[in-house]
């Protein structure tokens, strides 16, 4: 593994992709300049997946523009398939795959109407086109969907569209910008094959931004960026080597709750990553981690700790810079009010159902949530997750069935339910061109606050998720993991005893997503009810117990250990929840 570098030898023959020394500096009117790149030189490899990671404002997107000739480099050089980026800009973006995050797809025109449209832009030749589409369908799977509208489609299905569109013209290298992110595991598996494959039988050079750190695994060479610098690159197998001894499995005993530990463990000295797997925590420590989690554990744990295995997800956690304590959330917790308080079960369905014209989207549901509970709403993209979610909140309308918070009936107290509950969406909602301050005093008066208990709950986001420095910043310009934080915020600045968060961590990196669930963890404790939606199958380990849909129906209800254990087999006896997911999911699971 090579750590931060000045420069690299001449580019080999292979390479698709060469950096050399490329800084990149970005300036505004009337702000500093800010630097998006540092010195970065690195090579990608034809034949082979180069991998791109980092945490929020680490550089990734960047990188990826300046390679599709889209950006230009401040200073250094970037040669793609032998060409300049600022002086062949033109050619590269005529040779080169490109997907960025939001890929430009047209809602309105169908698969095979934004195929040929792209065609049309690539300039590929018409006699070329009917194989090249069939040949794509076919390894996408979406021949049968050619006439469906692009908007109707789910969302793993558009990230496969926008990938078909992307390869078009038979590109010779491949630009991926976190293409997998907001898809199910099924729908992140499909469209890893489909990378593999173009690499395994064209030969082709892939560049992929990424943040799950597991496919990073998956990459034959791995590039760590940190707010613009290179930290490091290698094999996986590279990053591995260097935890040896440095990861812990913690075993509670039978009937000893695991979030507790968990949360004790992640705040303590040495201890730099902690997370919950299969219902145990895994810990990754600076030394030797068996002596620092049996030094930090609780008085009275009655478990185990035994040496694991590293995975890169390990090394990237140790290797990225700490600044201050990490993971800990902060500050007062929200109120229970003494009507919710008493109640066990405080979100409750019947036969719930949604239609939208003859399509039944939501298919006769029912579920108890109970009174602190972490429940998760799982499925694959097209499931009914948001449906269902977005009617439980009040915002969509029931067809038929009923749905009753806090005791009461939500068709006949819509407004009651509202006070109450906290919602967070998927897409970032807050207003762009208002201040972080703004924001929270928009939606703390929409919430009903007085004056001042608008300043007190405000001055309480400020406390609870570090928004202190970025007080005076438009949203818009926050960077990912702060704008999770400021939705938050202004979810709860009502003080709701139930929670609904909509994909609350997709897009965001890891340390955001870590900090999120401790906090959430800490608000369960409290009382809060969390209902969430999430495609990052770990984090499903959090949830006290959860519901996976498919085609608007129940597949599965239970504990993390019981969705697990739906899964067994003789091969595999200790089964991931993203194993039981995807097998679910394709119909292999035992009896829900």
């Excluded at 996408?140 to 050619?146: H, Q, R, S, V, W």
């Excluded at 449906?387 to 067809?399: E, K, N």
Aim: net charge neutral; proline share 4%.
């Amino acid at each position: 593994m090579t750590n931060v570098v000045g420069s690299v030898a001449a580019a080999r023959q292979d390479a698709v992709l060469s950096v050399r020394n490329l800084s990149k500096s970005f300036t505004a009117k009337n702000k500093a300049v800010t630097s998006g790149l540092q010195d970065v030189s690195l090579e990608a490899m034809a034949a082979q997946v180069t991998g791109l990671v980092g945490a929020d404002g680490a550089g990734k997107t960047t990188l990826i523009r300046i390679a599709a000739g889209l950006l230009s480099p401040t200073s250094g050089s970037v040669t793609v398939l032998g060409l300049d980026s600022v002086a062949e800009s033109i050619k590269i973006q005529s040779r080169v795959g490109y997907m960025p995050q939001k890929f430009g797809l047209y809602q309105d025109l169908t698969v095979a109407e934004n195929m040929t449209l792209y065609a049309d832009l690539q300039g590929v030749p018409v006699a070329q086109r009917s194989e090249r589409y069939e040949q794509l369908l076919e390894m996408t799977g979406l021949a049968p969907f050619t006439r469906r509208r692009a908007g109707a489609l789910s969302g793993g299905m558009k990230q496969k569209l926008g990938l078909a569109c992307a390869l078009i013209k038979s590109p010779r290298m491949l630009l991926l910008d976190e293409p997998t992110v907001g898809v199910d595991p099924v729908s992140r598996r499909e469209l890893w094959k489909i990378v593999y494959k173009l690499v395994a039988t064209d030969g082709i050079g892939v560049l992929v931004s990424t943040a799950y750190l597991d496919e990073a695994e998956r990459c034959d060479h791995v590039v760590v960026l940190h707010e613009g610098a290179l930290l490091a690159s290698g094999t996986p197998d590279d990053f591995k080597k260097q935890m040896q001894g440095k990861v812990a499995l913690v075993s509670p005993a039978a009937g000893e709750p695991t979030r507790p530990i968990y949360t004790h463990l992640a705040s303590k000295n040495h201890i730099v990553d902690a997370t919950i797997r299969s219902g145990r925590i895994r810990a990754v420590a600076d030394n030797n981690a068996v002596n620092v989690v049996d030094d930090a554990l609780p008085t009275g744990f009655a478990g185990t700790v035994a040496k694991a295995a590293p995975n890169f997800e390990d090394s990237f956690m140790l290797l990225i810079p700490r600044k201050g304590p990490q993971f800990q959330a902060n500050g007062n917790q929200p109120a229970l009010e003494k009507d919710i308080a008493n109640e066990d079960v405080v979100v409750e369905t019947r036969s719930l159902q949604k239609f939208f014209g003859d399509f039944e989207a939501v298919k006769k549901l029912s579920f108890d949530v109970h009174r602190g509970e972490i429940f998760g709403l799982l499925g694959p993209n097209g499931a009914g997750k948001s449906t269902t979610f977005r009617m439980l909140c009040g915002l969509l309308p029931a067809s038929a069935g009923e749905i009753r918070v806090a005791g009461r009936d939500l068709r006949r107290s819509r407004a009651w339910a509202r006070s109450r509950l906290g919602y967070m969406a998927q897409q970032f909602s807050m207003y762009g061109q208002l201040s972080v301050t703004e924001n929270l005093g928009f939606f703390g008066k929409a919430y009903g606050l007085d004056r001042k208990r608008l300043r007190q709950r405000i001055d309480w986001a400020f406390e609870e998720f570090g928004l202190t420095p970025w007080a005076d910043k438009a949203a818009g310009d926050l960077p990912g993991g702060y704008k999770q934080r400021l939705a938050m915020a202004a979810a709860l600045l009502h003080e709701p005893e139930i929670l609904f968060l909509d994909e609350p961590t997709s897009g965001v990196d890891p340390f955001a997503r870590r900090e999120f669930w401790l906090r959430i963890n800490s608000f369960a404790q409290q009382g809060v009810t969390v209902i969430v939606t999430t495609h990052f199958m770990e984090e499903a380990e959090y949830c006290d117990r959860m519901l996976i849909m498919s085609r608007g129906d129940t597949l599965a209800m239970g504990t993390p250990a019981e969705i697990r254990a739906l899964a067994s087999t003789e091969e595999n006896r200790e089964p991931t929840i993203e194993d039981a997911f995807i097998a679910l999911a394709e119909g292999q699971a035992g009896e829900a």
